[in-house]
């Protein structure tokens, strides 16, 4: 496998004209994302307050015993078909440009990320680019350390703003000078401005479903809820644990210039994306889990794409720069 370094790669070190020559962004904001800001904080809403309401709603049936293995495959089933959506298109094809592939392949990938009704795709790249910009910084749009006041209550408030808060601040914010690259490319375009319909499929999919092997509406509620809002709910939390966990508790391999750690229960539950002090050392390399035993389900599948032709361009940090960043002491 060919291995070079993240350096030629990272748009936002590459072209540092992105900033001045769209401004702030704001005069594209409206074509850039298929919801208006008001709209954008109504969703976000609805995303942090609908799914608990899910889980509640699911669990009162459990205890009713209105509960079937049909619903827990349906829920495992998209979780793990959703959360590699972000994973591997959202985050590590989109955002950093880790590995290409063909069109049909990218699409997919970006209707998965959809359906995990975590933010339109532009939305969701341009905020993550300025993550890595910014990390645990100022602008750092969800650092649990930027900024944070002293005491036990300032550290509760940045984790809490690092895990969901963020999203409220944030949603308003023209960040649309990151992505220059998404926002010329109109298929990319298509997909994004169609995410409310990929959020709709997420949750009709397993109410279908649901519906149609029971041939009941219980069946199809059922379906709805867990594999619907319960997996959201599951989903959204690992994600946004990324942002918060990862950033207090662990280890750092690396010399990465922010507090991103190592956690192997989210290197498990986000299919990779918890080996996070690795990834913000190497932000565009396709592998996070960079040691043998660091489950990367992510990698282990893009490897497998570009094994049969369907990725190519794969991009893995050389042992030279591993070594040469590598922390003395943890």
Request: with cysteine; hydrophobic share 45%; proline share 5%.
């Amino acid at each position: 496998m060919q291995s070079t370094t993240e350096e030629n790669v990272m748009v936002l070190d590459e072209d540092s004209a992105i900033e001045t020559e769209l401004n702030d962004g704001s005069e594209i904001l409206d074509e850039a994302s298929p919801l208006s800001k008001g709209q954008m904080h109504l969703a976000m809403l609805a995303a942090v307050a609908l799914p608990p309401l899910g889980l509640l709603a699911a669990m009162y049936f459990l205890w009713g015993g209105l509960f079937s293995s049909l619903n827990l495959v349906m829920m495992i089933v998209l979780y793990i078909a959703t959360g590699l959506g972000i994973t591997i298109g959202y985050h590590r094809m989109f955002t950093h440009k880790a590995f290409a592939a063909p069109k049909p392949i990218g699409i997919f990938f970006m209707i998965l990320g959809g359906m995990a009704a975590q933010g339109p795709l532009v939305w969701w790249v341009a905020t993550h680019r300025k993550h890595h910009h910014h990390s645990d910084q100022e602008h750092d749009p969800h650092s649990p350390h930027a900024s944070r006041k002293p005491g036990v209550v300032g550290w509760i408030v940045g984790f809490a703003h690092s895990h969901i808060g963020w999203l409220f601040s944030s949603t308003g914010d023209s960040n649309y000078r990151y992505v220059p690259d998404l926002l010329a490319d109109a298929t990319i375009m298509r997909i994004n401005n169609l995410f409310p319909v990929w959020v709709g499929l997420g949750l009709l999919i397993p109410a279908v479903i649901g519906g149609l092997v029971t041939m009941t509406w219980t069946g199809a509620a059922l379906g709805f809820l867990w594999g619907g809002l319960v997996r959201m709910f599951l989903l959204h939390h690992a994600t946004w644990s990324i942002n918060s966990v990862c950033h207090v508790w662990g280890w750092r391999d690396y010399r990465s210039g922010d507090e991103s750690r190592n956690n192997p229960v989210m290197g498990i539950l986000s299919f990779g994306e918890g080996w996070h002090n690795n990834h913000h050392a190497f932000p565009s390399s396709a592998r996070h889990g960079l040691k043998w035993w660091q489950l990367d389900v992510s990698w282990i599948i893009i490897r497998s794409l570009q094994i049969v032709g369907l990725a190519s361009k794969v991009r893995l940090p050389t042992k030279e720069r591993m070594d040469a960043r590598r922390r003395i002491a943890v």
